[in-house]
């Protein structure tokens, strides 16, 4: 399979790189990603890495395997951005293919369970987003004991929020230059996407709904090609390539935009949401 694999440990982000095609997760030595805590088994859990994608199976484990905060009861195909818990241990599916990154969704909230919420397209039975919503692991942001979302009425909280997981970003990418763009639909909490420019060269890549792109984005409103994320001269830009329902920006339609840090401008009815990394 082309694209690659790998789970972060969302307690220490630890990455381990999903580079077999049977891996067992567990607490025990011989596992391929072993995690020494008391609630997850000795043999907890096995990814199974196939052509279509990544597989998980919970082996009869005493707390259990959840994704988006359901237990497991048989084998599941992952998506990128998924979270998954063996027991009470948080991990991120991420793709690392083509140098984008697909990454979950930090929110602080209340509950230590993961929560979960779907939104389901109509128009596509296929194109079913699953939103994350779990406590800020340790480390990725110094704003200890304050309850900060990215979707909260309050907006300096919201915009702390923002800026603690560009940081966290910029950290990962090692002092590669990248962009990160948070996609809002209504209520929910944003899902993220970032690319990274690790040679600093003229770069672009596709978006749209479609999993032939670089960047996926599934929502009614944005067409299966929408359009070009662009890197030159040290300036990222969007472009439209004939989607149905465009570009906009400040209520205008426009076929090419010049970002800057923090700008808003909506593809299809979708808010975003672009900050730079390491400029």
Known sequence: MNNKYMLIYLKNNKEFILDSPSMLVGRSDSCHIQ?????????????????????????????????????????????????????????????????????????????????????????????TMLFQAYQLPPGWSDLDGDTTDFNSKDNEAKERAIAAYVKKVALAFKGAKGLVMFFFVEDEPPSIRSVSNKEDVEKSWSFGRTESNDIVFRHQSISEKHGLISYSGGRWSIEDTDSTNGIWQDKNKVEKLELSDGLHFHVGTVEVRAHFVNH
């Open 35 to 127: 995690v020494d805590v008391g609630n997850m088994s000795r043999e907890h859990a096995r990814i199974h890495v196939k052509d279509d994608g990544v597989y998980l199976q919970d082996l009869h484990s005493t707390n259990g395997t959840f994704v988006g905060g359901k237990r497991l009861s048989e084998n599941r195909l992952l998506q990128p951005g998924d979270i998954i818990q063996f027991g009470e241990e948080e991990f991120s599916l991420q793709m690392i293919d083509n140098e984008v990154t697909i990454v979950g969704v930090p929110v602080q909230v209340k509950s230590k369970r993961a929560e979960s919420s779907i939104v389901e397209d109509e128009d596509e039975e296929d194109s």
